[in-house]
């Protein structure tokens, strides 16, 4: 009798192609946006984990300004509170054991020109520490020293996509001349190839030494942040007790509550960027939701508008002594075999829009297994759910007056 039921559905769907065509692509539409949605927030949900992760496990950042973190928790504060001798003490001090690499920074976007061609970049001021510190690898050229640094030296290594922007693609940009803040530098190094997306890419960003960026091109004494590089992953907590507490009384500060600065571990960056690109993937599996709903409506209309057709065939099968759960099941199987196979062509073109997506976009391709069964069992609830009204009204129509309905 079940497969009586099925065969005779799809016999009656393939009647009114045209109609069951629309009744499928809504569900078409609305799956293959749920899946690529999904796979879009997730794609950039993998790509930032990837970059935080890339600058190693065992990263900590000083910020100025106070948020609670480690052990050290503050109030507000301002955005002045870090200098070059705060990095400088941190570096010499004998009671920070935990803590290899100090790399001062300050940073602020600015436009770069050369010759005709300009791009608006990040410039960061910093040391030769910033390599070690941020993983950072030179194509071409070198980066700049410590003598560099002492003698406020009008130097500059840029990004790959700086150098690309800058001076043409496949140039070679060492040696050539730079305008920053109407200061004219000497491009000394490219570094390798590193990636990014969002608001800071790491291939669009110019270098220079730090005591050049603070005095002549920014005119600010105090950091941006400071990047440290603690000995391991295990002393993490160490460091920034160690750190915290040196900065304390550096700062004159004897309340750690009254913090004018927030340390920061890998552990609490990716935390904080998984959960906002977690947001972000559920709002969009949300909005494409939406979607879904519509196509079940479709799908309920449909069905609705069948049971009408149907009313007088309904009447005979009744009279015939068919009971109402044969009459339900004939119309719940149709909505079903509807959703189905909207699901399965919905699931195929969520793949496919995905994989365009992620190669435009350059992310990772990323296809969550979990997306695809929650929506073959999603498609399988509307079919029941959205089915199941224009079901039961067709189970409880009565023959005589079916059979007199014209």
């Not at 690309?164 to 000497?186: W, Y």
Request: without cysteine; neutral net charge.
């Amino acid at each position: 009798m079940d497969f009586e039921i099925f065969t005779e559905s799809i016999g009656t769907l393939a009647v009114n192609k045209l109609r069951t065509g629309l009744a499928v692509l809504g569900i078409v539409i609305g799956i293959g946006s749920v899946i690529a949605l999904v796979s879009l927030g997730q794609a950039t949900q993998a790509s930032v984990q990837s970059q935080i992760q890339s600058l190693g496990a065992n990263l900590l950042t000083v910020n100025p300004g106070a948020q609670r973190s480690g052990a050290v928790r503050g109030a507000e504060g301002g955005g002045a509170t870090l200098t070059y001798e705060d990095a400088k003490a941190i570096e010499s001090d004998p009671l920070i054991t935990t803590v290899t690499t100090v790399s001062p920074e300050i940073s602020q976007r600015s436009q770069v020109t050369t010759g005709g061609n300009n791009t608006n970049v990040q410039i960061i001021g910093s040391t030769p520490a910033y390599l070690s510190v941020h993983k950072v690898e030179i194509g071409q050229g070198e980066f700049f020293t410590d003598q560099h640094v002492a003698n406020m030296a009008k130097v500059a290594v840029v990004g790959p996509q700086v150098a690309t922007d800058l001076f043409g693609d496949g140039a070679n940009p060492v040696g050539q001349t730079i305008r920053v803040k109407g200061q004219t530098l000497t491009v000394i190094g490219v570094t390798g190839s590193k990636g990014g997306t969002g608001f800071f890419n790491q291939d669009n960003v110019v270098f220079v030494p730090l005591t050049l960026a603070q005095k002549q091109l920014f005119g600010q004494d105090y950091l941006s942040s400071m990047a440290l590089e603690a000995k391991s992953p295990d002393v993490m907590t160490d460091a920034q007790n160690q750190v915290g507490y040196l900065l304390l009384a550096r700062h004159k500060l004897s309340d750690p509550m009254q913090a004018d600065f927030s340390i920061f571990s890998q552990a609490d960056i990716l935390k904080a960027a998984t959960s906002t690109t977690g947001t972000f993937t559920t709002l969009l599996a949300g909005i494409a939701a939406i979607s879904l709903l519509v196509g079940g409506i479709g799908i309920m209309n449909i069905m609705l508008v069948t049971v009408t057709e149907r009313t007088r065939e309904i009447g005979l099968r009744k009279a015939l002594g068919a009971r109402k759960k044969v009459i339900v099941a004939q119309f719940l199987t149709e909505a079903v075999i509807l959703t189905f196979v909207g699901g399965a062509f919905g699931i195929l073109i969520g793949i496919l829009a995905s994989f365009i997506i992620s190669k435009i976009a350059g992310f990772m391709f990323v296809i969550s297994l979990q997306s695809i069964l929650l929506a073959i069992g999603v498609s399988g609830g509307i079919g029941l759910l959205f089915g199941w009204y224009p079901a039961r009204n067709a189970a409880n129509l009565q023959p005589i007056e079916a059979l007199r309905y014209e």
